[in-house]
């Protein structure tokens, strides 16, 4: 609720090819953003929240896999 949410990606492979986008707020403390995510392998996801006086920052890495039946 009212924190400003910054996250960060990057394909492990090309770690300085970074993508950043302030997440829009939908309230009820969820917030999102769309991250153009189109290799398959390892990726690092930084997200760094400030609200008031108070900063969090983590990361984490996740697998993206290709996608199956698509019809391509």
């Not at 690092?44 to 993206?64: C, I, K, Q, W």
């Amino acid at each position: 609720l009212g924190a400003v949410v910054d996250a960060t990606v990057l394909f492990n492979a090309r770690a300085n090819d970074l993508v950043t986008a302030t997440l829009a707020d939908e309230g009820a403390g969820v917030y999102s953003a769309t991250f153009p995510i189109n290799t398959p392998g390892e990726w690092e996801v930084r997200v760094n929240v400030t609200r008031d006086t108070s900063h969090f920052t983590s990361s984490t890495r996740l697998t993206a896999v290709r996608a199956t039946g698509s019809g391509r």
